[in-house]
DNA sequence: GCGTCATGAGACATAAATGTATCATTTGAG
DNA sequence: CTCAAATGATACATTTATGTCTCATGACGC
């Protein structure tokens, strides 16, 4: 009797990334309008809150893991892996937000969240050591540090594409480029 | 017949910068009995929520421009600022969230709190360009993904520092480093 | 020690969010 | 077209958050 048609799940869901994205604090109301559902409806897709978090989180890390699959594919090294995953993941940045926070207050949900959460945050470990065995990276540098600084760069990257200041390409060249080498003069500069 | 003891104030400041930091969702009640104080004083305060939101972002600022003055007072180059600021930033990035989010809705703070932001904003792009300008950064490098970079290795150094893994200095050393030379292989390394 | 004033605790009223039930209407599959 | 199922609108009960008030208590200046 209930939540057959994915439309409004979907149109939900969608609406839930934004407007919980712009106030975490927003009402099932305020996305059951913006989705253009009843509130009743919402009701008969989610639980409560708790299970419309869970199923953000959800869809953020299958996102991703889409996106990191497809855009690798044909990597031939570690270090291209991770450009080119860089490059995929830019335009989602702003629905992984949700993963890093502990959104989730249900314990039975948020177990599982974390721990793709924590699964997600170790293959972006092995991939920086990879990279470092490959020469990209320096062997002084934490893994743990480029790590960090991969996510955050990723995040800047859709700041400025949010901004309008770059598109997407852009602003993952842009991130890359200061990962690996920084954001001094180089030789090709006058 | 109010607010006269700042102990109170205070401790209540304290207290949501870190309830809030854990869940923006978190009610006047929680903050208060964190911040060990009555929930009655807690409104003897501040009006509401919003008045509350308002006092975190003003103290944030205030800490972010004083750290700032204090750090950069004898800096001798734009430069060399940029480093001794990121330096004395990477402590208190856990309340910087604040000025980022857009948290105050009632619209006479946040007008007054979004000069302020705005204000940071422009400061720190006036800096890149003069570091620029000093030969720290490339003239092919926008100056809006310097500045973005800047505040998100910044926020990527706190969460180093966070999770145990480095000092707030080791953790600044790092984020100027990627800023300014990247993670590649440098000459000093095998 | 005295008095003042902020505080803590509790009661209270109100507002907002949440969750559920009902029913007429619409949608989509067959 | 027809029927079953999902939906929207509405009403309702419950819970939670918020804001105000009162009063006894304790802290601090004098």
Redesign the interface.
């Known amino acids: 009797m209930t939540q057959i048609r994915p439309q409004s799940r979907d149109a939900i869901i969608e609406a839930a990334f934004q407007v919980f994205g712009?106030?975490?604090?927003a009402s099932l109301a305020d996305i059951a309008e913006r989705a253009g559902v009843g509130r009743a409806t919402l009701h008969r897709h989610f639980k409560g809150r708790d299970d419309l978090m869970a199923a953000l989180a959800h869809t953020a890390m299958a996102e991703l893991e889409a996106a990191v699959a497809e855009a690798t594919r044909d990597a031939t090294s570690y270090s291209e892996a991770l450009r080119l995953s860089m490059q995929a993941i830019v335009p989602l940045a702003d629905r992984q937000w949700f993963l890093a926070a502990?959104a989730v207050e249900d314990a039975e949900h948020r177990r599982e969240v974390s721990d793709g959460y924590t699964r997600q945050k170790r293959e972006l470990a092995d991939a920086v050591d990879a990279a470092k065995a490959e020469?990209?990276?320096?062997?002084?540098?934490?893994t743990?540090?480029?790590a960090?600084?991969f996510?955050?760069?990723l995040?800047?990257?859709w700041?400025?594409v949010r901004?309008g200041?770059?598109t997407p390409t852009q602003?993952a060249a842009?991130?890359w480029?200061?990962?690996?080498?920084?954001?001094?003069?180089?030789k090709s500069?006058?």
Chains 1, 2 share one sequence.
């Open positions: 712009a106030d975490p604090r502990e020469g990209l990276f320096g062997h002084d540098v934490p743990a540090w480029i960090e600084a996510d955050n760069l995040y800047a990257a700041q400025l901004s200041e770059a602003a842009l991130a480029r200061t990962l690996t080498t920084g954001l001094g003069v180089t500069d006058k």
